[in-house]
């Protein structure tokens, strides 16, 4: 069965005004939907991988041949980056972290407040494209960065969350300002949804869906 797009889980304009409605349409609709025919066009070279999952693929992208791999790498991460995404983001998200999580965080840096500014910060200093994550290994939680759309899953660390600095997520809107989005974006993180992937990490089993009431 081929990779599909996920559809986006709010309208378009739903998490205006931090992520505006044009600039939704084309990451989700040509960015994402670009990754996923790639990455389909790439398992059709090597159709014994094609029961695998796109974190299957990423995971250890040394058993993927070596004509395709650079295609799956780039666009499986592509594909897995944005499907989680979409979901860690909701309308009227943000506030302080709830649940395990928050435990966690403050368990590692100190404050809520300490970890948005070493995220942030981390994000701005991300030369080039790429991701800024709070990623779990071992047990513990951690900031990590990753270039173009390489995954912490490939180096064996979990991606709980992370924040698209590619310069479409958010050139529209906040031209060369980085660091203002990277700021604004803490408004529309859905908390539920990372506590969701955080549970997954600390036991190792897929990702649960947060009970649809608590979106
Ligand atoms: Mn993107």
């Given at each position: 069965?081929?990779?599909?797009?996920p559809?986006?889980?709010?309208?378009y304009?739903?998490?205006?005004?931090?992520?505006?409605?044009?600039?939704?349409?084309?990451?989700?609709?040509?960015?994402?939907?670009?990754?996923?025919k790639?990455?389909?066009?790439?398992?059709?070279?090597?159709?014994?991988?094609?029961g695998?999952?796109a974190?299957?693929?990423?995971?250890?992208l040394d058993?993927?041949?070596e004509?395709i791999?650079a295609?799956?790498?780039n666009?499986g991460?592509?594909?897995?980056?944005?499907?989680?995404?979409?979901?860690?983001?909701?309308p009227?998200?943000g506030?302080?972290p709830?649940?395990?999580?928050a435990?966690a965080?403050?368990?590692?840096?100190g404050?809520?407040?300490?970890?948005?500014?070493?995220?942030n910060?981390?994000?701005?200093?991300?030369?080039?494209?790429?991701?800024v994550?709070?990623?779990?290994?071992k047990?513990e939680?951690?900031?990590?960065t990753?270039?173009?759309?390489d995954?912490p899953?490939?180096?064996?660390h979990?991606?709980?969350?992370?924040n698209?600095v590619?310069e479409?997520a958010?050139?529209?809107?906040?031209?060369?300002?980085?660091p203002?989005?990277?700021a604004a974006?803490?408004?529309v993180?859905?908390?539920?949804e990372v506590?969701?992937?955080f549970?997954?990490?600390?036991?190792?089993?897929?990702?649960?869906e947060?009970a649809?009431?608590?979106?």
């Amino acid at each position: 069965m081929a990779h599909e797009l996920p559809p986006l889980p709010y309208d378009y304009a739903a998490l205006e005004p931090v992520v505006d409605k044009q600039t939704m349409t084309l990451h989700h609709d040509m960015h994402h939907g670009a990754y996923v025919k790639n990455l389909n066009a790439a398992i059709e070279k090597h159709p014994e991988l094609a029961g695998k999952s796109a974190e299957d693929l990423i995971k250890n992208l040394d058993a993927i041949p070596e004509d395709i791999r650079a295609a799956v790498r780039n666009n499986g991460g592509g594909h897995v980056n944005h499907t989680m995404f979409w979901k860690i983001m909701k309308p009227k998200g943000g506030g302080d972290p709830t649940g395990p999580v928050a435990q966690a965080i403050t368990k590692a840096f100190g404050s809520f407040k300490d970890f948005q500014t070493k995220f942030n910060d981390a994000g701005v200093k991300q030369f080039g494209s790429g991701w800024v994550w709070l990623a779990g290994a071992k047990g513990e939680v951690h900031i990590m960065t990753t270039p173009n759309q390489d995954s912490p899953l490939t180096v064996g660390h979990f991606p709980i969350f992370g924040n698209d600095v590619w310069e479409h997520a958010y050139y529209l809107k906040y031209n060369n300002r980085r660091p203002e989005y990277l700021a604004a974006w803490w408004n529309v993180i859905n908390w539920d949804e990372v506590n969701a992937r955080f549970e997954a990490f600390k036991t190792g089993k897929a990702v649960q869906e947060p009970a649809l009431a608590g979106r």
